[in-house]
Each structure stands twice: as structure tokens, then as C-alpha cells.
């Protein structure tokens, strides 16, 4: 058996005559009467393969032997398959392999689960058996499709003149960094490197090195809280810049993904991608990450209420708050009491204090507020929300913030059940004008709603002393069907600015030096102009791959709480390792130790 | 300002008349009687700009308070430079450009160091100020060689059907891993996740996932006693194939390196590669990494020495030892004993205990101790070291470690001193049929000189259980020019042979299940047969670019006590951080925490 391998899914018609040596997997093994079929899976895709009266004696019964996932390799010849057994739903199904040799590579013990799609399996099972799971079809096409996404990308940015450059993984903790992954140092007793959140303040010295565009698929380590979607590691494409404008980095940005739909997906996306400025998202959609794949959008009924007579409403308005509400069409007659009362638990999940609701009857509106509602305030209404018959009027009046919050949860809840999200278009769109900073109560401070490293916009610089709230950011993110894709901005490049900063953000002078001295210095010795965007490369893939579980997409994910079922990290050390690093476990840990 | 930029490096003849816009650095600034002349650098080079007579006298003004390392926006037009003023050694020196307008995009305060190659400055200050370190040509070449050598092998294993892959970072540790890294875990007190010092058990599931070609540039870590050479974190390619035999592995890696060098250094590497055997690389080089870009090899001289009268010699050889010698070519006249003292000197560095030296004069040998040997014996000698006239003869007689690690030093040495290398050279070579195991005499067991997972060569595995010693292994190193570039072999793909391998290797069935569980499972369920390679990129990088200092193959690079002196990583952590993590100092970092 010393002829070059060949790839099982590639065999065609062509082959037809040649002798083949084959090497993969036992997709599965029939017995008929004597004659053996194995489909010989490979990571081109399987062909079937035959022991018949052909075959040697010594064939047949090493054939029989075999059971599914054992590891293979055959010589045999291709030839048509009989037409009446010719399988249209397999891509090498025309033909099959007629067997002269076989030997068993590796024996496998019966899987724990069949390696095949659609198998309903506990995520636990198939993360501890990872490399059984990752034989399945559609994981092997996620894991081709990540690589080849990565490639589009990086030809892209290649072409256009970025480098990719390699920033450290053991950095250094800053206070800002509470969700730092801490990494102590065994010579340096008692001192710690951090990993990185981002590489930030590494792809901005790479700006002030003068490198001008550099590009890097970063690993990021963020030790939250996990939720569903969230890993405590990470891959982010991040692309920094010099001398660009944010106009031109999100040109730059779109081009790219023009080029890796067209290539991975084969879906031309128009461009300029839309924009929309990050009140209007929360206006229109209640969220900073909008789904703009269908409407029902909120509308803003303030002006239209406050001097109703519906108490709710008006105080609501006048209190401050606002009165939005989203048009469910044509649903009217499908909603009872019962269901809205389900709807109104929902939104209360989010603060709202309650949901108000209205049908659209013979143009009129029903319901018990209507009755607060003039006639002609009932025109303006169904005007205002583009009504018609049988359409049912959804209210929150709260809060902006929690008008937003509720109504656009309520908006992404209604449309997943109503089944009007086209899952297979790609809506992206830009958020722009963010503010700066966020007033925190608790803490009695500003902080940075990116990083305090972002540039304020041109025009506001002057209100950073003045009036903080009204700031708006150089930033811009990308939303692709109400997911964060990423997001970047223009960075401070002046220190005196970037100071100014640090103590909008309540650093004093001192805390400034300590954590960030370097960059100030840096930014003294000509800091171009520069910024950029960082993109979630799982995410992407999430998306693109058309999954929902972030987990599908990373090779050997972490569960929600952040341990690995295959290898059972996080472990237990040894003291010796411990006090190499002169370090004692404490409270909880002591207690997990002993047991 | 609006219009597009241009390239600094890019300017010709052909833009000539061209109104161009140029943003970057201040390179250097001339006041020639009221003409000012600016070499403005970005990242594709230099370029001339005049601020003459045709100059506003605001531009003038600001031309004139400009600095080195200020950050300019420049408008003007491509002249033709005067012909006595052109500049044959700049790529852009036949041009200039006459300045219209200027504005300062950021100040520079004046640098520690000038940004110009060739300037001697202490590492501690240009890692201190990488940023501007970064900005220096050699560097920014460097850098762009770095990158432009990751895509050629990308390209190269993406054409070979390689999936680009990412394995976790947050691994679990293992006993045999000394040097991890680890990291406390906070969400599961007392428990610990380790940096990877590579991916080998990833890869290997990898291939049990059945992906059969997987790359990867990846990060790992050593917590390591450093050395000039060794960083913390470094790069490997990292690369893992089903189904291939050495052979075809070792092609495939040729293939990738020959593209490599053709288009990064336009260099033809003829393959397939000279291949040496561990042994006799020991044997003639005394080095498991030869060089070989020049000879002076070492020949084992102990069968002409055994029975000679030189006591050293025979007893050396009598006693188990070995006598080995190099030959200084032309060189017995400008050595003199003292020079020679200072050779043993060196070699005793290694372990020798002395260093023999016999000079060739009209064929004969002159030296204290060319009265042990008969004039046959001295023909020998001649004769086997291939001597002639004013040749130095230089031996070691000892254990056979001792003489290949002082005369394979003594080797290299003389060949830099003497000039004899040939520094332009590309000599790559595979040093193959490595021995698997070592023992070690203070821990009484065998360690795995490479890694527990490695292969034994075929016809050895019976030998596993009565001659351990002799087991070589199925593994390969890629060498150049004297250093290793990087090694793979192939893997264990049973469970048996595994649990054999952790059995000679002194761990218990209690102990090889509790820390190897998940492989000696994974090996259980149709594990392919398979091996891979990986290739240390920092030194890959080192060696295309002529560097010397791997430091400067790294953007952000540690000291050789693995801290940064520009991010001051590692640091101090809060109280608060340590207590999330159910950690406390203890030892030495106790004191520390003091200070």
C-alpha cells in the first residue's frame, strides 16, 4: 500500500477504472447478505466502499471486524455503481470503491454519540467528547469556514498594506482592567502580568512606531461573569490605523466586508452600509444594536399623549420620561388578554412598569384606555403608528432608558415568534455619535463608555469641562443583524487631551502618571492622528456560519462557567508550584484544597 | 487639505508636476539661509520638502518651528531637484517637493536617541522607548520581513489544504508542564489554568477531531530561567497532519521553506534537504545544531590513540571516553601558547579537563606531546585529519558528552574568531533519528527528550521494555546555520503504546489516567495516525533578517528577566484583586509587598 492517498469525497466518474488507496473513518458499515458497504469518511466527505465476491477472503473478514470510527486504509478500484443503487443525495454517490486490500489503522470503542448531524446530544457530552463532536459534518464546515474567513480578511488587509504584527499576551494590570486574568510571575515575587482585554494601548504604540496600518486576529481574555454568548477567551480582528479619518476606516471596514460576503457567502452587499446615529437606534429601535432585518419599529409617542387624558401617559411625558409604542401588524385578533398579560410580564423584566395596548377596529381604536383618547388624538395615533385594522399598539411609558430596554426587547421577542425575521439576509448597518461617558450614580463618577482613549468628536472637545453628558464620541460600531460585530473610534493622539481625560474619568495626576505614564510619554514624541476598529471574529463566524451558540464556532470552548469539560481546567496545583510563585491560597480556596 | 495622500517612499520622476498631499515624521530639518529643507518619513520612506521663496511666509513660519519627530500635513508639488543637489543614495533622490501648506499634526519633545539606524543606545533605553526604537528603518524592515514570512507560509498551507485552527490559551496544567505559567482562576477559588508552552495535546485531538491538516501561529509560554535567547512568550508554527509518514512531513516542510526563502530572500534552497543522524551529527560537530556553513569537523581519533604512550588518550578511550579532534587550518603560526592556554580555558567551560594541541611542520607534528606517537601513528593522525603544513591540531580527550560539548564550542568559536563563515549562507539541514528517551541519574528515571507523545521509531518499540536506551525516536529537527529552527516527530496514536511510553517513564497507572485521561481516551476512538512539525518564528525571523538578538525579531519583547521595561509589566496587584482570587503572598513576596 504505498500509492499516493487519495481524498474520498473528491472520487467522480473520472476515477472510474483507476485504483485508489483510501484512508479515513467508518462513517457507517452494512452487511447484505455477504457483501460489506462501508462509507469511508475522510475530511473531503465520504464515498462508499464494497467487500464483495471480488474480494479476498482475508479482506472480507478483516471488513467484518470493523465497526464505526475505526480507522482505515484500502486499495481498491473506482467503479459505476449499478444504476439502481446510484444515491443522488451523496456527492461521490454515482460511483463506489470495490476493495482488493484494507488494514486497520486505529480501532475505535463504540462513540458515546453518532457522529452525525442533528444527533440531540447534551452540550456537556459533546464538549467532553470534543473531538468526537468536531467529526460532524456541519462542525467540520464551521472550522472551514473560520479558516477561510480569515484568509479573505487578511488577503484584504494585506492588499491594502497592514501588517500583521503579534502584541503581548503577558501585560500589564491596570485598575481600569478589573477583569483582568492576573498571571503571576515566579521571578518577580509578589508581581503579576495581566492578559490582555484588548491590545489597545499596544496597537496605539505601534501607531506612534510609525508602522501606520497594522492588523491582528488577537486573542482577548476577559474573566466576566459568563453569560451564554460570552467567553472568557476571545478572537478579535484588530485593525489600527494613522492619518485615516473615521469616514475612511469605516470605508476601509465595509470593503472588506463587501469581500468577505461576496467570497464566503457569495452575497453582494451594497455599499456605503447604512448609518444611523446612536439616538436614533435607541429611538427607532430601542437598542444600540438594532435588527433592522424587519420594522416594527418604536414610535414615539410623547407629544402626541402628554396632554391626554390617561394619566399614566402624560405623567410619564411630563415627569421626563417618554410614551413609545410598536405596531404589531395584522395581530390584533391572534393576541388574547391572556397573551398581552404574558407580554406585559416580559417588558417588566426590563423595569417597565406596565404595557399598555390598543386594537385597531373598523379604524378605530379599542381596548380599555381608548376611552382616554379623543377622536381626533385616536387619528393622530393611528396615523403616527401607520395603523390599520387588526393591527395591535403595544405602549410603554417610562424612563427613556427603560422605554428602550423594554420596548426593544419586546420588539426582537414579538418578531422571533411571529417568524418575520428573513434569517437569511445580513442587515449591516453602522452606529455612530456615541457619547463619551457615562454618568455612573453609584460610583459619583464619569466613566468612558468605550475606553478612555477615545477621541471626542471635533465640535464637542470644548464641552468635555463643561457639560460631559452631552460628548459625543469619534465612534462607530458595526451591527450586522442585531449583534455587536465590533466597533472602533479615533484615539486621543494628544497628551494634553488625553489628560483632560483622565480627569473627566476622576484619575488625579498621580493615578494618571502610575497607571499610563507610558502613553503619555508616547504621545510626546509625535503621535500621528490615528484609530481603528477591533471585530468579533467568533461572532462573525457565529453569524455567517448561520449558528446561534457562540460555542460552535471556537475549537475547544470553555462552558459558562468558564471550565473546560474535556480536560477539566481550571485544576488544582501543587504547593510546590505555589510557593515557587510565593503565593498562599485564601479564603474559598483554602476550603477547596482540603477537600 | 482634502486631497488624497500620498506615499513619501513612493514619489518619482513620473510625479513630476503633481500636486501631492504627505503626512508623517520629521526626519531631519536644514535652515540653508532662509531655505528650509524637511526630510519627511513615513512608512514607505523619505522624501525631500523645500520651503523656499515660493513659500507663504505663514508656512515659513511654521516650517521653521518645527522639530525632529513632529508629525506634519503637507501640501505641495513634485520638483525635479536641481542636478547638483541630487541625492543617489536616497530612492527618492532626484526629486523634491515644494511646499504650499503645512500644518502640524503633533509635537514631538526631542527624542532620547536619534531615529536613525547605527546609533548606539543601551537596550534598556530603546525597549523603555520601543515606540521610537520602532521607527527605525532597520526596524520597520524587520517588522515587514516578519509579516511578509508569515504570509508566504500561510499561502503555502493554505494551497496544501492546512485549516488555520485556534487552540485554547487557558489550558490545564500538568505536572510534567514545570515551567507553566499559571493563571488563578475567579470564578473557581483555589483552581488554575496554565499558558500553553505549545498546543501538543490540542493538535493531537486535532487530528482524533479528524481535520487531518491544521496550522497555526501560535503563542506560547515558558516561565523559564531566561537567557539571551529565550523570551517568556514566542511564536511558533505550529503544524499537525494525519496520515503523512516523516518523510512526507520533512517534504512538505522543505517545500514551505524553499518558497519561503525564494520570496523573502530571493534565495534557492535545493531540496531535498541534507539529512545527518543525531549520532552523527554528535560525531562530527559535536552539536545535536551544526552548523555547517563551514567544516573543521570533529574526527574521532580514539581508534590511532588508544594504544599510544599518551596516557590521556588511552585511558580516555580504555575507560569509555573518546578522543576527538579539529583541525585549524593554517592557523599553527598565529596561534601561540598562550593563545592556546586561553582555548583550554574555554574548553574547560564544558567540562574538558585539558586541551591537546599538535602543529603540523614538513608533515610531521611538533608539540609537547608529539613524542607519544610513532611516526606511523603521526602519519595516521595526518592522515585522518586530513592535515597539512601550519595546520593547528586541537584534541579533547574525555567522557564522549564532554568532548562533543567542548569541541563542538571549541568549533564555533574558532570558526567566528578566524572569520570562516560565511554569513550570506542559508545551510539548512534535518538532524534525524534522535533518541527517544534520557536518562536521568539524580531523578533515577527516564525523561522524554522531546515529549512524552512522541513515536517510536518502528523497529524500536519492542525495545521499549529491555533497552529504553536505545529506543530512537521518529522525530526530525529542522537546523540552520547552527541553530534549531524547530522539530517535530510523529505521535502516539494507541492507547497501549501510550500507557507503555508513561510507564517507562515512570508514572503510575493512577497517575498517567489523572493527568492524561482525555488523550489516552481520545486515543481510544479512532485516533488517525499522525505527526507534525513546529517552527520557531521569532528565530526564523531573526535568521532572514541578520540579527543577532532575538529581541529584535519581537515587537514588545521582555528583558532576560522577563519584565518590560516600557509597560513596567510585571506589577503589584490591590489587596482586592488578590482576594477575588482566594489568594494570598506568601515568601518572598511578602517582603516585596512591604517595600
Not at 479482506?59 to 449499478?82: M, P, Q
Not at 390584533?332 to 395596548?357: C, E, M, P, Q
Not at 479615533?490 to 502618571?513: C, N, P, W, Y
Not at 510565593?582 to 477547596?592: K, N, Q, R
Given at each position: ?6 481524498l ?11 485504483k485508489?488507496t ?6 457507517k ?14 475530511r ?13 477472503e482475508?479482506?472480507?473478514?478483516i471488513?467484518?471486524?470493523?465497526r464505526s470510527e ?10 459505476l ?42 452540550e ?13 459534518e ?41 477583569r ?9 515575587a ?17 501607531m506612534v512606531?510609525?508602522?501606520e ?20 477567551e476571545?478572537?478579535?480582528?484588530d ?7 473615521s469616514?475612511e476606516?469605516?470605508a ?7 469581500r ?6 457569495g ?25 433592522t ?5 418604536l414610535?414615539?409617542v ?44 416580559f ?5 417597565a ?33 401607520d ?32 417568524n ?8 449591516f ?59 472602533g ?14 480627569e ?46 457562540l ?25 510546590a508550584?505555589?510557593d ?12 477547596v484544597?482540603?477537600?
Amino acid at each position: 500500500m504505498t500509492e499516493k492517498r487519495q481524498l474520498a469525497g473528491d472520487l467522480t466518474k473520472v476515477d472510474v477504472g483507476s485504483k485508489v488507496t483510501l484512508k479515513g473513518w467508518v462513517q457507517k458499515r452494512r452487511d447484505l447478505g455477504g457483501v460489506i458497504f462501508i462509507d469511508l469518511r475522510d475530511r473531503s466527505g465520504l464515498v462508499q466502499v464494497v467487500f464483495n465476491l471480488e474480494t479476498s477472503e482475508e479482506a472480507l473478514e478483516i471488513a467484518e471486524s470493523v465497526r464505526s470510527e475505526y480507522v482505515l486504509e484500502l486499495v481498491g478500484k473506482v467503479v459505476l455503481r449499478d444504476p439502481s443503487t446510484i444515491n443522488p443525495k451523496m456527492k461521490t454517490g454515482d460511483i463506489e470503491v470495490i476493495v482488493d486490500e484494507i488494514s486497520i489503522l486505529n480501532e475505535a470503542k463504540n462513540p458515546p454519540f453518532t457522529v452525525l448531524d442533528g444527533t440531540d446530544i447534551s452540550e456537556d457530552v459533546r464538549l467532553k467528547y470534543r473531538y468526537l463532536d468536531l467529526r460532524r459534518e456541519s462542525m467540520q464546515e464551521t472550522f472551514r469556514l473560520r479558516h477561510q474567513a480569515a484568509q479573505v480578511m487578511r488577503n484584504f488587509l494585506n492588499e491594502e498594506g497592514y501588517l500583521e504584527m503579534e502584541t503581548p499576551m503577558l501585560t500589564k494590570s491596570t485598575p481600569e482592567g478589573a477583569r483582568d486574568y492576573l498571571v503571576p510571575s515566579r521571578v518577580h515575587a509578589g508581581h503579576f502580568y495581566a492578559l490582555p482585554q484588548s491590545p489597545q494601548l499596544f496597537k496605539q504604540l505601534i501607531m506612534v512606531a510609525g508602522f501606520e496600518r497594522y492588523y491582528q486576529f488577537a486573542r482577548c481574555f476577559r474573566d466576566e461573569d459568563l453569560r451564554a454568548d460570552r467567553q472568557p477567551e476571545f478572537t478579535q480582528i484588530d485593525i489600527e490605523t494613522s492619518f485615516m479619518t473615521s469616514d475612511e476606516i469605516m470605508a476601509m471596514t465595509e470593503k472588506m466586508i463587501q469581500r468577505l460576503m461576496k467570497e464566503v457567502k457569495g452575497v453582494d452587499i451594497n455599499t456605503p452600509l447604512p448609518r444611523i446615529s446612536y439616538d436614533e437606534a435607541m429611538n427607532r429601535y430601542g437598542s444600540d444594536k438594532p435588527d433592522t432585518r424587519f420594522d416594527m419599529e418604536l414610535v414615539d409617542v410623547s407629544e402626541l399623549v402628554k396632554n391626554s387624558d390617561f394619566k399614566v401617559f402624560a405623567s410619564a411625558v411630563t415627569s421626563g420620561g417618554k410614551v413609545s409604542a410598536i405596531n404589531v401588524k395584522n395581530e390584533a385578533n391572534n393576541f388574547s388578554r391572556k397573551d398581552i398579560d404574558k407580554l406585559t410580564d416580559f417588558v417588566k423584566i426590563y423595569g417597565a412598569k406596565g404595557l399598555a395596548w390598543l386594537k385597531v377596529e373598523e379604524e378605530n381604536l379599542k381596548g380599555p384606555i381608548a376611552k382616554f383618547f379623543t377622536e381626533a388624538d385616536q387619528l393622530d395615533l393611528i396615523h403616527a403608528l401607520d395603523a390599520s385594522d387588526s393591527d395591535l399598539l403595544l405602549f410603554v411609558a417610562d424612563e427613556k432608558n427603560v422605554v428602550y430596554d423594554s420596548l426593544g426587547a419586546l420588539r426582537l421577542k414579538l418578531a422571533k415568534e411571529l417568524n418575520v425575521i428573513d434569517e437569511s439576509r445580513f442587515h449591516f448597518l453602522w452606529v455612530t455619535d456615541w457619547p463619551l461617558l457615562e454618568y455612573d450614580k453609584d460610583a459619583g463618577r464619569y466613566f468612558a463608555a468605550h475606553h478612555p482613549f477615545t477621541m471626542p468628536a471635533d465640535e464637542d472637545v470644548e464641552k468635555l469641562a463643561t457639560n460631559p453628558d452631552e460628548v459625543k464620541a469619534a465612534a462607530y460600531d458595526l451591527v450586522l443583524n442585531g449583534f455587536e460585530l465590533g466597533g472602533g473610534s479615533l484615539r486621543i493622539h494628544k497628551k494634553d487631551l488625553q489628560e483632560k481625560m483622565f480627569e473627566v474619568l476622576g484619575f488625579s495626576k498621580e493615578e494618571a502618571t502610575e497607571q499610563f505614564d507610558f502613553l503619555l510619554q508616547a504621545l510626546e514624541y509625535g503621535a500621528p492622528p490615528h484609530g481603528g476598529i477591533a471585530l468579533g471574529f467568533d461572532r462573525m463566524v457565529m453569524l455567517l456560519a448561520g449558528k446561534t451558540n457562540l460555542r460552535d464556532t471556537i475549537l475547544f470552548p470553555k462552558t459558562a462557567s468558564a471550565t473546560d469539560p474535556l480536560t477539566n481546567a481550571p485544576g488544582t496545583v501543587s504547593q510546590a508550584q505555589l510557593d515557587e510563585l510565593s503565593l498562599g491560597l485564601s479564603g474559598e480556596a483554602l476550603i477547596v484544597n482540603e477537600e
